[in-house]
């Protein structure tokens, strides 16, 4: 995915800043392909949210605008078939690190900002994905100031050695867990799509 836009010369007469990283998104979005009819609807809701014309990026926490747009990023051990997951505080469960995707942000930007922020790390792509999202969800969030994510959702390479700190401010722990231990965690505790996740990257990862 292209890094960020430059700032727009207000003397141009072309598209604008927001009207390009709108078709990029569009773009990001349908070059996905959908696990299963959930992940199909979520594409066709957020391309809709994106070709409205409603504003993509939060402006003010937590809410502002009710539907925003996240990054979230896998942290993929490939060799022991492990994936990190954050206990966020405010969210309550355990999820992939990630955030809110700035305004004029390129979301892969956001990966790459969040990664260090929350994990001291440099984002690396997964080979299996390159800088593309692997899988997209719209869920409301629960708590006050409850709006929609629309999440895009990243996979990252690293060994499970080079996370070695993160972000206690915003979570309480970190875990690595096999594929079919989180499958076999309670989704309670979990983001609520972290099982089908978990299934298309298996079924990306290790095909029969």
Same mark, same amino acid.
């Given at each position: 995915?292209?890094?960020?836009?430059?700032?727009?010369?207000?003397?141009?007469?072309?598209?604008?800043?927001?009207?390009?990283?709108?078709?990029?998104?569009?773009?990001?979005?349908?070059?996905?392909?959908?696990?299963?009819?959930?992940?199909?609807?979520?594409?066709?809701?957020?391309?809709?949210?994106?070709?409205?014309?409603?504003?993509?990026?939060?402006?003010?926490?937590?809410?502002?605008?009710?539907?925003?747009?996240?990054?979230?990023?896998?942290?993929?051990?490939?060799?022991?078939?492990?994936?990190?997951?954050?206990?966020?505080?405010?969210?309550? !469960?355990? !999820?992939?690190?990630?955030?809110?995707?700035?305004?004029?942000?390129?979301?892969?930007?956001?990966?790459?900002?969040?990664?260090?922020?929350?994990?001291?790390?440099?984002?690396?792509?997964?080979?299996?994905?390159?800088?593309?999202?692997?899988?997209?969800?719209?869920?409301?969030?629960?708590?006050?100031?409850?709006?929609?994510?629309?999440?895009?959702?990243? !996979?990252?390479?690293?060994?499970?050695?080079?996370?070695?700190?993160?972000?206690?401010?915003?979570?309480?722990?970190?875990?690595?867990?096999?594929?079919?231990?989180?499958?076999?965690?309670?989704?309670?505790?979990?983001?609520?799509?972290?099982?089908?996740?978990?299934?298309?990257?298996?079924?990306?990862?290790?095909?029969?």
């Amino acid at each position: 995915m292209p890094a960020d836009l430059p700032p727009q010369d207000p003397s141009y007469d072309g598209p604008s800043h927001d009207d390009l990283l709108r078709t990029r998104l569009l773009d990001t979005l349908q070059a996905i392909e959908p696990w299963d009819e959930q992940e199909r609807a979520h594409l066709q809701s957020a391309a809709q949210w994106a070709s409205s014309g409603a504003p993509l990026h939060r402006t003010r926490k937590p809410d502002v605008p009710a539907m925003h747009l996240v990054s979230y990023f896998a942290v993929h051990d490939e060799a022991r078939h492990e994936l990190l997951l954050v206990a966020h505080r405010k969210a309550g !469960l355990w !999820l992939p690190p990630g955030g809110h995707v700035e305004p004029g942000e390129d979301p892969w930007t956001t990966v790459v900002r969040e990664c260090r922020e929350e994990l001291h790390l440099d984002a690396v792509a997964s080979p299996l994905t390159g800088k593309q999202p692997f899988f997209v969800t719209v869920t409301p969030t629960r708590g006050p100031g409850s709006h929609t994510d629309v999440s895009l959702w990243y !996979l990252l390479r690293a060994s499970r050695d080079s996370v070695t700190s993160y972000d206690q401010g915003e979570f309480d722990g970190i875990r690595w867990l096999t594929e079919t231990q989180i499958l076999d965690e309670p989704l309670e505790s979990m983001d609520p799509h972290m099982h089908r996740f978990t299934r298309k990257l298996r079924h990306r990862a290790h095909p029969r």
